[in-house]
């Protein structure tokens, strides 16, 4: 099994920045995509961002594209996601998940996070 934990979550102002970050550990050996999901109160979890192994394969969603950057450290077993540009309509729970490839993790992930909360005030 593999155990996925996020953090750098928390309370910000419009236009400001976090960065979460989510560790895996347990059965992880190498290879797998890494991607990141969000939900807000009464929506849909929607698959946000997501990497490929190398990274050489990345998706985002355009409600992101431009202020948020998903990147990964190996070494640490460790996938980032850099926002910027924060917006009111960006408050949600993420979840990090891993899955085989960045199609896979962002339809059918393997594993899920716990969840991390991010609220953007106006």
């Known amino acids: 099994q593999v155990q996925l934990v996020e953090s750098g979550g928390g309370l910000v102002q419009a236009g400001d920045s976090l960065r979460l970050s989510c560790a895996a550990s347990?059965?992880?050996?190498?290879?797998?995509?890494m991607g990141w999901f969000r939900q807000a109160p009464g929506k849909e979890r929607e698959s946000v961002a997501a990497?490929?192994?190398?990274?050489?394969?990345?998706y985002y969603a355009d409600s992101v594209k431009g202020r948020f950057t998903i990147s990964r450290d190996n070494g640490k077993n460790t996938v980032y996601l850099q926002m910027n540009s924060l917006k009111p309509e960006d408050t949600a729970v993420y979840y990090c998940?891993?899955?085989?490839?960045?199609?896979?993790?962002?339809?059918?992930?393997?594993?899920w996070g716990q969840g991390t909360q991010v609220t953007v005030s106006s």
């Open positions: 347990g059965r992880t050996s190498g290879g797998y995509a």
């Open positions: 998940a891993l899955g085989g490839d960045t199609i896979e993790v962002r339809t059918t992930p393997r594993s």
């Open positions: 990497i490929s192994w190398s990274g050489g394969r990345i």
